[in-house]
Structure formats: structure tokens, C-alpha cells
């Protein structure tokens, strides 16, 4: 196990009608001002944002509003937003919605007090010093960006999806209330479990060694979304699976099941370009690339394949030849996404062989490699989209 800090200062608040203590919460955490950003609509139907607003009036916050975040979310809004924050001199953000609402906030939470464009956070050219505070009520349990500190944004111009992490923007509160997912699409709830499932992936697939605590970790939580997925499928209003799902999302993503051991993360970055082009679901996006990696690269360490195969897929080790063992855990893992509605080749996520070269393109990796578990060129990165485009059950 190599050397590590945990960080994880988010205040979780879990369970039936937590929303209602958002007021309490962001006056805990010093808001007196707030920015209440959301989404599409679905958190405004649904009467989240009428519990919201009452329970901020209730705490005697003031808050102003901002909605019509777009999933993969835009740069043109988070200018908007940031604007707003300054005009109004809020001193806290609210996110009520999911990943995208989340992290277009934390956006907003970096641009108000920087000087520059903050685009310069999201191309590397400049290091956060100082954000606004963020807190959320989360409606989908996917992104995991209720407990990490990373934030990914589209820009409109040019399609360029692109991340930033630091602690700045992680968030102070989070109220996770299983009940408020029971309205989400099967459609949705599929993609978000697939976007769990790939967080403990890209962390389970390492180089480190003797990292049993995590590795026992991250199968807990991959066992749990093969058992409950299925089941909130079957029925959407199923409180307890909605429940273990949602922590399943957080746990996945604070860290907690990566923490000392090299991660890999390509997978991520090969699917953020299907997400800026096609703008498909993330999850949809990684059900179809994340086994096509595992083909890639599983030769690289076949008894790690084999390993996840035998415990979360519960296949029988072919101690003779572990390759057999390694490959069946990938089909078993393509079948199941396949099961809960995820598409597995470009066909069905609607993406098109032909546009392989630009993808690669704009990944920009150029005649260098990636890092992680396998570094990759833009080669490897092209035959990972053409493994992707063809795959089959
Ligand atoms: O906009 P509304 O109307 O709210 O509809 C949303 C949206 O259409 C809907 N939805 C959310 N909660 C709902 C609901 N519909 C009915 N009932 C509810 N309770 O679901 C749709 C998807 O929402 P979105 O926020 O886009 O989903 P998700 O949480 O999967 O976020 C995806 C974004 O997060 C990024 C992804 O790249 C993508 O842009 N990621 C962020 C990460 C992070 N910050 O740590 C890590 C991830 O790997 C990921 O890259
Ligand atoms: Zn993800």
C-alpha cells in the first residue's frame, strides 16, 4: 500500500426528508446569501424545490435562483452564474439535482472570487486559490460529486469536456434523501449505477499491491449495485435498494475504496470525448467503453481480472489458464449492463465508427501515453473506441 491523505470533510446528512433541514444546514456552514442553482425541471415537478425554498425561508436565509442546468453541463451558464453571485453578493450555493447541478455550482463557487476566466482551472492553466462554499441536495445517485472534490464542464465552444479537483470545492453538506431518486427514469437510474460501478473500476484496476482493505471495499460496493440495481429497476419505489444504492454512489467516489494505490481513470477520459460529442449520459457513455478497456488491457494482469471475476462476478478460476477466467468477468460485466438497459456498442449509444479519429483527437494525448494502470497512446486510445464500436453480448 503506498502512502496517503484522506480528506473527506463533507457533512452527509442521510435519509427520508433530510431536505428539509437545507436551511439549518447552509446557516451551519456560514450561508446567509444563496445561490440555489438546479436543473431541467424534474426537481421543480417533483416539489423538492418548494421544500427547499420553504425550509431556507424557515432558517431566515435569503436566496436567489438560477435553474436550467443541462446535463454534461456548459460553460455558458456557469458565466451566467457567476455573475449572478457577484451582483447579488451571494456567499453560498445550493445545488438541488444531480452530478451536472453539482458541479456546474462548484464551477460558479470557483469563478466568483478569481479575477481571470475560470475555463483556466479546466485547461490546467491556473490552480484554485479561494472557492464559495457549495452544499447539495442530490436527486440521483451516479457522479458521486455530492462527496469528491472534482468538477467536469462543457465548453459550449469547440465541445471540449474537461475536469478540475481540488478540496476548495468539496462540499460542506450534502442531504442524501434516497425517496428523492424514486422519480428517476429506469433509463437514468441505469446510467448512474453503471457510473458507480466504473468509479470503484477505475480504482480497483491498479498496479499497487497488498491493498486488500480497499480491494474488499470496492467488491462490497460492486456486489451491492449487481444485487440492487436490478431491484430499483423492478421497482422504482423500492426505499431500501434506492437507499444502499445511494451510499453506494458516494462511498464510491470519496476516495474511500481508492486511498493508497495507483488509480487508472482512462476509461473516464476516453468517454468524457462520447459525452462532449454526442452529449449521451455519462454512464451510457461508459457502459460501452469500460468493458472494451478491460479487453485492451486485461492481459496486463490477467489474476487482477480473474481476481474480479471469481469475487464480484462469481466466476470459476481456471487456474490454468486465468486469461479464460479474466475474459468471463468482462462478459459477465457487459451483460449486466446490457440487462439493467445500458447500451454496449456505439450503435446503441448513437455514436459512429467514423468519427474515431476526432474523438482521439480531441482526447489530445498526442504522441505522448495517459498514466494509470495502462498507460495508452492515441493508438491504444483508438482501438479501445473500435473494440467499443463493435462489441457484442
Ligand atoms: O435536469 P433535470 O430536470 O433535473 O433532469 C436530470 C437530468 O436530465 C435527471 N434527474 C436528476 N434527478 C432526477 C432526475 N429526473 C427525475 N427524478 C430525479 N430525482 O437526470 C438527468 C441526468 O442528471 P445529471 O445531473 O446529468 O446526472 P449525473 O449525476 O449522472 O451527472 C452527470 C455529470 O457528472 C459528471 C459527468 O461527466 C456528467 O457531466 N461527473 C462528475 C463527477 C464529479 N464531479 O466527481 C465524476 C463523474 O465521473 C462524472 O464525470
Ligand atoms: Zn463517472
Known sequence: MENFQFYSPTEFVF???????????????????????????????????????????KAGVSFIELGGVK?????TLVYE??????RDGIDFILSVGGGSVIDS??????GVPYSGDFWDFYCDKAVAKAALPVGTVLTIAAAGS???????????????????????????????????????PAY???????????????????????????????????????????????????????????????????NIVGVGREQDWNSHGIEHELSALYDCAHGAGLAVIM???????????????????????????????????????IKRFRSFLHSIGMPINFAELGAREED??????????????????VHLSAEDITEIYRIAAKAEL
Open 15 to 57: 435519509g427520508r426528508d433530510t431536505e428539509d433541514k437545507a436551511g439549518e444546514l447552509v446557516k451551519k456552514h456560514g450561508g446567509s446569501k444563496v445561490l440555489i442553482h438546479y436543473g431541467g425541471g424534474s426537481a421543480e415537478r417533483s416539489g423538492l424545490l418548494g421544500r427547499v425554498r420553504t425550509s431556507l425561508e
Open 71 to 75: 446535463p454534461n453541463p456548459r460553460d
Open 81 to 86: 452564474g457567476i455573475e449572478l453571485c457577484r
Open 105 to 110: 455550482s462548484k464551477a460558479i463557487a470557483l
Open 146 to 184: 455530492e462527496g469528491s472534490g472534482d468538477s467536469v464542464i462543457t465548453k459550449e465552444d469547440g465541445g471540449l469536456k474537461r475536469g478540475t479537483g481540488t478540496d476548495l470545492i468539496r462540499p460542506r453538506f450534502s442531504i442524501l434523501d434516497p425517496q428523492l431518486t424514486c422519480t428517476l
Open 188 to 254: 437514468q437510474t441505469a446510467c448512474g449505477a453503471t457510473d458507480i460501478m466504473a468509479h470503484v473500476f477505475e480504482r480497483y484496476f491498479t498496479n499497487t499491491t497488498e491493498v486488500e482493505v480497499t480491494d474488499r471495499l470496492c467488491e462490497a460496493v460492486l456486489l451491492t449495485m449487481i444485487k440492487e440495481t436490478p431491484r430499483v429497476i423492478a421497482d422504482p419505489n423500492n426505499y431500501d435498494a434506492r437507499a444502499n444504492i445511494m451510499w453506494a454512489g458516494t462511498v464510491a467516489h470519496t
Open 291 to 329: 468493458p472494451a478497456w478491460m479487453e485492451f488491457v486485461y492481459r496486463h494482469d490477467p489474476l487482477r481480472f480473474a481476481q474480479a471475476a471469481t469475487r464480484i462476478w462469481g466466476c470459476q478460476m481456471d487456474f490454468g489458464n486465468p486469461e479464460v477466467t479474466a475474459l468471463e468477468g
Open 356 to 373: 474515431i479519429p476526432a474523438l482521439v483527437d480531441k482526447f489530445g494525448i498526442g504522441d505522448g501515453k495517459t498514466g494509470g494502470f
